[in-house]
Structures are given as C-alpha cells and as structure tokens.
T-cell receptor, first 110, second 113 residues
C-alpha cells in the first residue's frame, strides 16, 4: 500500500521568503504526482501535475520536482505572499488510485 | 463550466438516520471519485467510477456505505444507518480519465450526532 508523508505538518514563514514543502512516498511505481492546495472549508485545487517520466513542472511562482527513484517530491513557492497561506497536499497516482499525504499547513506572515 | 457540484454543503443528522450525498461532475468528464477527509486519517478514496461503472470500491468502509452513478451527470453516496464516526467532509471529484487531473467539489460537511 502506498504511503505518502509530508513533513512538517505545519510551518510559518515571513512574507517574501521562499517556501519549500517536502513529500515522500514508499512505492516508486507511480503514474504521476500532483500537488493540491486546500483553503479552510473548501475543496482541493490542483496546482501542478508531474508525470512519472518528468523531473519537474513550473507554473508562475510554483515549481515542483520529482525524484521517483528516491520517492521524493518538493514544491517550491518563490517570494511567498499572505495569499499563499493554505494547506498543500501531495498526491501520488498509482493503480488507478490517488494516495494523499496529510498536508503541509502553511501560514505566510505579513 | 460550474465545476463539480455537491449537495448538501452541510448535513447534521442523528445516529441511525439515512444520509444521501449528491454529486454532479464536470460535463464531459468520465471518471468520478468519492473521498472522505478527517483530521485523523486525511483524505481517503472511497470509490471511483469510470463511464458510470464502479471500478474500485475497496475504500468503502463497510456495508452501510453505498454509491451509485445512474448516468454521466449524477452520483450519490448513501450511508444507512449513519454513525457518529461517519462525521467527516465528503468530497466528490471528476476527471477526463482516471489518470488525469482531478477537479474537486466544495465538499459536504457531515455531522452525525
């Protein structure tokens, strides 16, 4: 069974700093990896999807990398803003199932 | 498109009552997923459908839970009888294919007293 771990569970950073969020998974036989954002009381919004053949994906201030062999992904958010405050979830797709980590709860302090 | 639509947004019920959650996927999407989110266990896949057919229901916790997709634009998740431990946020998501990006609805927050 795929296990997805996100550490730390919560973190606070001052505005303007770069954010680094880590995700690890136990089974490297994956189809893709996705990063989602969840705001309090809301659903999930997909941020980036990395196919298993890719090493990274970029969208604006967001960059996600994937190292399948070591079972790791990192989400970088450059020059963080208060609007980036949310919970970020990593999800790994394999065998038609999406396995989620429990998320990194981020607070960006103005 | 309005995105994935779920109803009701909030549900409070008493133990033993039947609960029905509803989902309308994005038009044209042929995969539909039901998830449950709790603080303790995070997000868990309950069941998913492809072209209205249940493909994987191994996440359905027990016989009290059932899900149907009578057509491409509607799905229900039913809990009968409900128990306090079923209290959670239930999300529906849809995608073009089962390996594609999933789009989530706003969720139904269920409280069973």
């Amino acid at each position: 069974k795929q296990e997805v771990t996100q550490i730390p569970a919560a973190l606070s950073v001052p505005e303007g700093e770069n954010l680094v969020l880590n995700c690890s998974f136990t089974d490297s036989a994956i189809y893709n990896l996705q990063w989602f954002r969840q705001d309090p009381g809301k659903g999930l919004t997909s941020l980036l999807l990395i196919q298993s053949s890719q090493r990274e994906q970029t969208s604006g201030r967001l960059n996600a990398s994937l190292d399948k062999s070591s079972g790791r992904s990192t989400l970088y958010i450059a020059a963080s803003q208060p609007g980036d405050s949310a919970t970020y979830l990593c999800a790994v797709q394999g065998n038609n199932r999406l396995a989620f980590g429990k998320g990194n709860q981020v607070v960006v302090i103005p | 498109d309005a995105g994935v639509i779920q109803s009701p947004r909030h549900e409070v019920t008493e133990m033993g009552q039947e609960v029905t959650l509803r989902c309308k996927p994005i038009s044209g999407h042929n995969s539909l997923f039901w998830y449950r989110q709790t603080m303790m266990r995070g997000l868990e896949l309950l069941i998913y459908f492809n072209n209205n057919v249940p493909i994987d229901d191994s996440g359905m916790p027990e016989d009290r839970f059932s899900a149907k997709m009578p057509n491409a634009s509607f799905s229900t998740l039913k809990i009968q009888p409900s128990e306090p431990r079923d209290s959670a946020v239930y999300f529906c998501a849809s995608s073009l294919g089962d390996q594609e990006t999933q789009y989530f609805g706003p969720g139904t927050r269920l409280l069973v007293l």
